[in-house]
Antibody, heavy 119, light 107 residues
Framework: QVQLQESGPGLVKPSETLSLTCTVS??????????WSWIRQPPGKGLEWIGY???????KYNPSLESRVTISLDTSKNQFSLRLTSVTAADTAVYYC???????????WGQGTLVTVSS | EVVLTQSPDFQSVTPKEKITITCRAS??????LHWYQQKSDQSPKPLIK???QSVSGVPSRFSGSGSGTDFTLTIDGLETDDAAIYYC?????????FGQGTRVEIK
């Protein structure tokens, strides 16, 4: 059974870069059937898709964040990562990594990690 | 961008009731509509995939229907454990989007 686990700093200063890593166990990020995704949820609010990466390295991002987002893959560590630059308080959220069955649903989610943007 | 609009935003129900949550898409997405349950301080859990397909391990009281732009999630025989926020999500186009959520309270 696949498991995903987010890791990274819980506090980031305004204008700096948010960096998170998702470690995958029970499956390979080199699998061709899935899109490895990031989703976030501001406190008390709904879910926002950030983007995904395919095993080939191909990426797709939410246009609302595209200028600030990079998702990358590290197959040697079976991980994928999120970088979000120039953060503001509006980027404070629980960040989830998830596995999308291509063009289907998100079948597996990490537990989520709260990132607060504050000085 | 496909906008998903759920109704109602909130529903307070008694155990054993049957409820229906609707999700309307701003354009046709075929059957690429999925439902999730999110309990307090937990990550979302998939309930229904591809509009009406059951997800393994999910109780049979959860069912889904619809295609195109109109979809429904039905919970027939609510249990206290079903108190949660329910979200729809579309994978028919980019960016992936979610409905705003429907909070279900059990009286």
């Amino acid at each position: 059974q696949v498991q995903l686990q987010e890791s990274g700093p819980g506090l980031v200063k305004p204008s700096e870069t948010l960096s998170l890593t998702c470690t995958v166990s029970g499956d390979s990020v080199s699998s061709g059937s899935y899109y490895w995704s990031w989703i976030r949820q501001p406190p008390g609010k709904g879910l926002e898709w950030i983007g995904y990466i395919y095993y080939s390295g191909s990426t797709k991002y939410n246009p609302s964040l595209e200028s600030r987002v990079t998702i990358s893959l590290d197959t040697s560590k079976n991980q994928f990562s999120l970088r979000l630059t120039s953060v503001t308080a509006a980027d404070t959220a629980v960040y989830y990594c998830a596995r999308e069955v291509a063009f289907y649903h998100f079948d597996s989610w990490g537990q989520g990690t709260l990132v607060t943007v504050s000085s | 961008e496909v906008v998903l609009t759920q109704s109602p935003d909130f529903q307070s129900v008694t155990p054993k009731e049957k409820i229906t949550i609707t999700c309307r898409a701003s354009q046709s997405i075929g059957s690429r509509l999925h439902w999730y349950q999110q309990k307090s301080d937990q990550s979302p859990k998939p309930l229904i995939k591809y509009a009406s397909q059951s997800v393994s391990g999910v109780p049979s009281r959860f069912s889904g229907s619809g295609s195109g732009t109109d979809f429904t999630l039905t919970i027939d025989g609510l249990e206290t454990d079903d108190a949660a926020i329910y979200y729809c999500h579309q994978s028919g186009s980019l960016p992936r989007t979610f409905g705003q959520g429907t909070r279900v309270e059990i009286k």
